[in-house]
């Protein structure tokens, strides 16, 4: 069964670092989100990427985000100067269809900042 | 917001037993959705119900959707000490990204 594959799937970084957290997508998929868990909470929306731009994000995705698709596979998250409130479990999906059909979630990357 | 809110926040009942778990939601939805995170894991997909279905099954899950009050359940029968996890609900509308609840914690107990 096609997956959604993150890595890495944990990186410590000092404070006011940047960080790029990395995903492939399912290959036939259009559209592509990231979210975040920080430790015992829910999952929170952060952005949604489609046609190679961004189509939604939420008030937790401020100019210190960033995502892109690099290249045909990857679709990356950028975090341009990490802080402490920033260590949270970051979550990949992609869907073939809008509407919150057939979402696909990687298994995380874990951010831990220092 | 239309945010999933779930009920209760911890449950914990022996093997055997089932669970039942609560959404509330607040806007108008598309489907609704229920995943299952185990500690510190990803995010499984459980079941999907469309808007205008009213249960659905898949093998020891039951999941019903009452629009009118604006609520979910999930109903994991003969639970087993594996169902251990977190259990999400999850909200679509329009062409609006899924919006998850808080989560039940579940344990089950051997």
């Known amino acids: 069964e096609p997956e959604v594959t993150q890595t890495p799937s944990h990186q410590v970084t000092q404070m006011g670092q940047e960080v790029i957290l990395r995903c492939v997508p399912i290959s036939n998929h259009l559209y592509f989100y990231w979210y975040r868990q920080i430790l015992g909470q829910k999952v929170e929306f952060l952005v949604s990427?489609?046609?190679?731009?961004?189509?939604?994000k939420s008030e937790i995705f401020d100019d210190q985000f960033s995502v892109e698709r690099p290249d045909g596979s990857n679709f990356t998250l950028k975090i341009r100067s990490t802080k402490l409130e920033d260590s949270a479990m970051y979550f990949c999906?992609?869907?073939?269809?809008?509407?919150?059909?057939?979402?696909?979630f990687g298994s995380g990357t874990r951010l831990t900042v220092v | 917001s239309q945010q999933g809110e779930e009920d209760p926040q911890a449950l914990s009942i022996q093997e055997g037993e089932n669970a039942t778990m609560n959404c509330s939601y607040k806007?108008?939805?598309?489907?609704l959705q229920w995943y299952r995170q185990n500690s510190g894991r990803g995010l499984v997909h459980l079941i999907l119900?469309?808007?205008?279905?009213r249960e659905k099954h898949s093998g020891r899950l039951r999941v019903t959707l009452d629009t009118s009050k604006k609520s979910s359940s999930l109903l994991i029968t003969a639970s087993r000490a594996a169902d251990t996890a977190s259990y999400f609900c999850?909200?679509?509308?329009?062409?609006?990204?899924?919006?998850f609840g808080k989560g039940t914690r579940l344990s089950v107990i051997a």
């Open positions: 806007t108008s939805i598309n489907n």
């Open positions: 119900i469309r808007s205008n279905e």
């Open positions: 999906a992609s869907s073939e269809l809008k509407g919150g059909y057939g979402y696909t």
């Open positions: 990427f489609y046609n190679n731009e961004i189509s939604e």
């Open positions: 999850a909200t679509a509308w329009g062409n609006t990204p899924l919006v």
